[in-house]
């Protein structure tokens, strides 16, 4: 898809996905989904954080549409919305990799 072939509405949506995963927790939180539903108490004790935070966190990611929130009785379940946002992950991941180089 060319930058130029997107409306404003879709650059504005995709600016802030990219402002809501702009967060060292955030990133830390979608690497731990890709390919998984997990939630917050799975989350927080396998990033040792404390809930809140994680909860807060979780709230901007989900806000933004970058997270899907499944209920399954008393639990929420956090998955990604789209498998292909943790590209943008590796992506940055293999550019910083090739810095070192």
């Known amino acids: 898809m060319n930058v130029k072939t997107l409306t404003t509405e879709q650059l504005d949506t995709a600016s802030q996905i990219l402002k809501a995963m702009a967060h060292p927790i955030r990133v830390s939180i979608m690497a731990l989904l890709e390919g998984e539903k997990l939630n917050v ?3 927080y004790e396998t990033l040792n954080l404390e809930q809140s935070v994680v ?13 899907i929130a499944e209920r399954d009785g008393k639990n929420v379940f956090y998955s990604l919305k789209s498998e ?3 590209s943008v992950i590796d ?3 293999n550019c910083l990799n090739e810095e070192k180089k």
Do not use: E, M, N
Request: hydrophobic letters at 40%; a positive charge.
């Open 55 to 67: 909860s807060h966190h979780l709230g901007i990611l989900r806000d933004k549409g970058v997270l």
């Open 41 to 43: 108490t799975q989350i």
């Open 91 to 93: 992506c940055v991941t």
């Open 84 to 86: 292909l946002l943790s």
